[in-house]
């Protein structure tokens, strides 16, 4: 099959080209070359969108601004990446006669602070940021297409992912970057607030995976699918499983807490579980030992 990847040089987008590129003819569309990128070219441009999904058979969606703090800045930024440039591949999507699946990557940042653990997909989305309202956006115009123009879309959120090849600034990532380059360093560990607070870290190359069984699986068209692992991580039990595996004898430091900051966070993963069959392969040890052999 012909498949587009949007995104490609970004962290998810480069592991999901990587797996299909021996069985499937892959695109790489993105604004920044890499070895992922085989068409530069912006998701906002919609005459260049349409001409590269007319010949695609599968289309997986990437591309977006990832950045909470730059969508606070400038929401319309924001806006014309995530929902403009979304809603373009889904028009080129609609008029193309041979496109036989349409995944969106959305973001659990949709949920907002959540009023119940862990999350379902059923959880109200309150997003508190510019970047969740967009992302969620794009859900609802996915799904409107899926409704209405028979698109067979599926939508996915992923909670914390990393892996090797992150980039550092990211906003779902930082805490392991920068507890990686401390270590390296010699430096404590600096955790904000309690350290109580607890995320849902997913391995980039298990949510490759659960995207190409998104792609395969009949049942998923119409359904959008939590992307975590169902295991409620502190952010004390996280930076001492970083200091066991590096061996290091290094401190913990405890500074202010940051406003905004969601207190507990993780996924209910049932529903992919259920229907997509999907169950995470990396744990969170063996993927930070990864890391940390990698020197990220």
């Known amino acids: 099959m012909r498949i587009l990847v949007t995104g490609s040089s970004g962290l998810i987008g480069s592991y999901v080209f990587e797996k299909l590129r021996d069985k499937h003819e892959v695109f790489g569309l993105d604004l920044k070359p890499s070895l992922h990128t085989t068409i530069i070219g912006d998701i906002r441009d919609y ?9 695609i058979d599968i289309v997986i969606h990437c591309a977006a601004q990832t950045s909470v703090a730059k969508s606070v800045e400038d929401p319309l930024f924001d806006a014309e990446n995530n929902v403009i440039g979304t809603l373009n591949l889904l028009e080129a999507a609609r008029k193309s006669r041979r496109l036989k699946r349409f995944v969106y990557i959305s973001s659990a940042a949709v949920y907002g602070v959540p009023g119940y653990l862990p999350i379902d997909e059923d959880h109200p989305c309150r997003s508190i940021s510019p970047y969740g309202v967009s992302k969620l956006a794009g859900e609802f115009y996915a799904r409107i297409f899926h409704e209405l123009y028979k698109v067979p879309t599926v939508c996915i959120r ?5 892996g090797r090849g992150q980039d550092p600034r990211s906003p779902y990532s930082g805490i392991i970057s920068r507890f990686l ?11 904000y607030g309690d350290g109580w607070q607890t995320r849902d870290f997913i391995h980039v190359s298990d949510v490759a995976d659960m995207i190409i069984i998104a792609i395969e699986c ?3 068209a119409g359904e959008v ?18 200091l066991s595996i590096s061996g290091r004898n290094i401190e913990i430091e405890y ?3 940051r406003p905004g900051d969601v207190r507990r966070s993780y996924a209910d993963t049932r529903k ?25």
């Open 47 to 55: 005459d260049l969108v349409e001409k590269i999904v007319g010949s």
């Open 158 to 162: 992923p909670f914390n992912v990393y």
């Open 181 to 191: 380059d401390r270590i390296s360093r010699g430096l404590p560990l600096v955790i």
């Open 218 to 220: 009949e049942e998923a």
């Open 225 to 242: 699918f939590n992307c975590g692992t169902g295991r409620e991580v502190s952010i004390n039990e996280f930076a001492r499983i970083m």
């Open 255 to 257: 500074s202010d807490s």
């Open 272 to 296: 992919a579980e259920r229907i997509l069959g999907f169950k995470p392969k990396i744990s969170l040890e063996e993927g930070l030992k990864e890391l940390l052999d990698s020197g990220l």
